[in-house]
């Protein structure tokens, strides 16, 4: 199978370009400013669908020769992408069937990009048609290494609510349940007295008058995200017909709830994601953090690539704050820490037109004579010197379950708070891993575990009886477990698992939950009695196995277990019955990394101790990263080699400029 690496050396440096926004006398210029930053690899024709076939099966591929000859010929190699993503005027006018529909039945307009349905036959012929002429076109030029199918599937139409979906989803629930009776046992219908006559009568959840059927609206998220992939997949199989180069499209992990990339994993030749910092949030270089490994996750542990983030602001926010002096270069040295081969930027040079005029850019308006292209060029020379760090891996002995089925699941209506949500819970659970330095990997709930000394498991809702078992089986086998409140509740068609809550953990936690008794919006509970204060959730633990860590000393469950533990086979599970936030500062015990600390030490999970919260450290192979994100120095004991970016030698410590970044290749002996 194709694969990495896509350049011949290092680490690809370049970002999406868009050329046909500008007159030819312009590339000249471009080219130019590209070997001066060191890019050496460029994203091309993204939205280039309406120069390339200005009328239906008219095709004119001469600009598109000209620019990719003139990057081939000054060393720039390109990721030519299909430009499926916005299909042209015309496509739209002569196929109105093809229009997006969204839940309230309107018509989705047009003069904007991915307004078409995914599940439109006339769409699939048009993008597999003009991804075939490219690939037969390009395929044998030697700048092109690699394609970039479409652009960011189910951004702004993941799904559609239109005629020609619903019979396409009659087809694929036909597919999954054979008949249907079996689909109206799955769904279980005979709640409100909803059962189907026949698959003819199912109609996409469509804007309903009250709670829908929470089953159906499962299945039409992996209909919907099964539409998007047979979509790649036909694009990818007429540039595969040509071309033997590796194929991606870039994803938008974790900020598009709706696609599920596990499902999507095993399409790909190379992992790619894009990534975007919410510019509002106080120390989103945690959240930059998680998409990285959840990224690297995804990719199997395999190296992949950042094909998008910004210089700078983006214009799509409230408020596009800009990043900070030093920001880019950590952010960018962050994903490459956490597995990423590439830095890539949207986008090459800021486009004067439409609804992105206000986004960053390598090149900004401003031009040369500016900082943040001084930034860019120094950046590009920094990630010459990383070269050696291509194609390492990153390892971690502690794995957090993400599935989108569970949260997709969780945010359904009418569960027993609105408070409790899935990206919240993770996103705490991570921060308090990341606040202790711990490295992690993110997993299914049914992949292999063997790897890991913990997992953990943060508020998911939905398990299935395999990955329930798997679970077991991990803490049988000598592994640790830690879950979260609401875990284990329903099964795959979001059907509350037979007896007692939690259904599928009962047996591994040893315990169950008699009632939920969720709190009112801000409502707080106290846990033990050092300071510990749980939120939105309590409920009341009934041991069978299990013994008290932990009691609520407050709220409806006083004196009953809030934090528990289950010594099972040659492992333990711990169960937190209720929502602790990440404590904040290098000493904190509070709240979630009190009880995180003492299930990492029994699990034996190495970790630095006694750095500051501000501090990022981990290894990517040999390479140990160092990135200080907060205003003072910080030194680091216990580090020895040579530093890859500044050329030092750190004998015993590192010192870690506020706001820097160190990377040390220990000796070769060491
Ligand atoms: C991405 C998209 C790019 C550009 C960018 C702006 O989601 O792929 O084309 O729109 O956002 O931040």
């Known amino acids: 199978m194709p694969g990495y690496p896509v350049l011949p050396e290092g680490i690809a440096y370049g970002g999406d370009y868009n050329p046909e926004q500008w007159p030819e006398e312009v590339w000249h210029e471009d080219v130019r400013l590209m070997r001066e930053a060191g890019v050496n690899l460029v994203s091309l024709g993204i939205f280039g669908w309406s120069l390339l076939e200005p009328e239906e099966g008219v095709y004119d591929f001469g600009r598109l020769d000209r620019i990719i000859d003139l990057l081939g010929s000054s060393g720039i190699r390109v990721d030519l ?59 044998g030029h030697p700048a092109v290494v690699m394609w970039h199918v479409h652009n960011e599937y189910g951004w702004a139409n993941a799904r559609c609510y239109c005629e020609t979906s619903a019979e396409a989803f ?64 036909r694009e990818r199989d007429a540039i595969r017909r040509f071309s033997d180069l590796p194929v991606t499209t870039n994803f938008m992990i974790p900020n598009c709830e709706p696609m599920d990339y596990w499902r999507w994993a095993g399409e790909v030749d190379v992992v790619s994601n894009d990534h975007y910092l919410d510019a509002g949030r106080a120390e989103g270089h945690i959240e930059l953090a998680m998409a990285a490994d959840l990224t690297r996750s995804v990719a199997g ?29 950590r952010n960018s040295l962050a994903h490459v820490a956490r597995g990423s081969d590439s830095v890539l930027f949207f986008q090459w040079r800021a486009s004067r037109y439409g609804a992105e005029k206000f986004h960053s850019a390598m090149l900004p308006h401003a031009g040369t004579d500016s900082e943040l292209w001084r930034d860019v060029v120094a950046l590009g020379a920094e990630l010459r010197e990383l070269a050696p760090v291509r194609g390492s891996r990153v390892e971690a002995e502690v794995a957090l379950v993400w599935d989108w089925e569970s949260y997709w699941a969780l945010e359904l209506e009418w569960r027993p708070s609105v408070d409790l949500r899935f990206r919240e819970r993770v996103e705490a659970y991570y921060e308090a891993l990341w606040r202790e330095h ?17 997992v953990v498991v943060p508020s998911s809702y939905l398990l299935t ?20 409140c609401f875990s284990g509740i329903v099964d795959e068609n979001d059907t509350i698992h037979p007896g007692a ?32 204060t749980g939120r939105i959730w309590s409920e009341r633990v009934r041991l069978a196995g299990a013994r008290t860590v932990r009691a609520f000393t407050g709220g409806p469950d006083a004196g009953h277990p809030a934090v528990t533990r289950h010594e099972l086979g040659a492992g333990t599970a711990w169960y937190v019955a209720t929502a602790l936030d990440p404590g904040v500062g290098p000493d904190t015990d509070g709240d979630l990394r009190a009880i995180l600390r003492a299930a990492l030490d029994a699990a034996g999970v190495s970790r630095p101790r006694g750095l500051p919260d501000t501090l990022e450290i981990l290894r990517r192979g040999r390479h140990l990263f160092l990135l200080n994100h907060g205003d003072e120095p910080v030194t680091v004991p216990g580090v020895s080699g040579t530093g890859v970016l500044d050329g030092a030698e750190y004998a015993g410590s590192a010192t870690v400029p506020a706001g820097g970044v160190t990377v040390v290749e220990p000796a070769p002996d060491a």
Not at 184 to 211: C, D, I, K, M, Q
Not at 305 to 324: F, I, Y
Not at 474 to 483: D, I, Q
């Open 81 to 139: 992408a299909t430009p499926t993503s916005s299909p042209p005027t015309w496509f739209r006018t002569a196929h109105p069937g093809s229009h997006l529909v969204d839940r309230a039945g309107h018509v989705v307009a047009g003069g904007s990009r991915h307004s078409f349905c995914p599940s439109s036959p006339e769409y699939a012929a048009a993008s597999e048609r003009i991804a075939g002429r490219l690939a037969a076109r390009y395929a």
């Open 501 to 532: 809550y939690p259904g599928v953990l009962r047996d591994v936690l040893g315990l169950s939950v008699e009632e939920f008794h969720p709190l009112p919006e801000n409502g707080t509970v106290a846990v033990g009695d050092d300071g510990l």
């Open 465 to 484: 009886e395999a990955a329930g078992k798997n679970l077991h089986r991990h803490v049988e086998a000598g592994g640790h477990l830690l879950v979260s």
């Open 438 to 454: 711990v490295t992690v990997d993110f997993v299914h709930p049914a992949a292999d575990l063997s790897a890991y000394r913990m």
């Open 301 to 329: 542990g395999r190296p992949w690539m950042l094909m998008e983030h910004s210089t700078g602001a983006v214009n799509w926010q409230p408020r596009n704050l800009a990043k900070r002096p030093g920001e880019m270069r």
């Open 170 to 233: 009659r087809d694929w629930l036909r597919e999954r349940h054979g008949d249907v009776a079996a689909l109206n046992a799955a769904w279980g219908t005979t709640f409100w007295g909803l059962t189907y006559g026949s698959f003819h009568e199912v109609e996409p959840p469509r804007l309903a008058p009250a709670g829908q059927l929470t089953a159906l609206q499962l299945d039409y998220a992996r209909f919907s995200v099964d539409a998007h992939i047979a979509n790649f997949r």
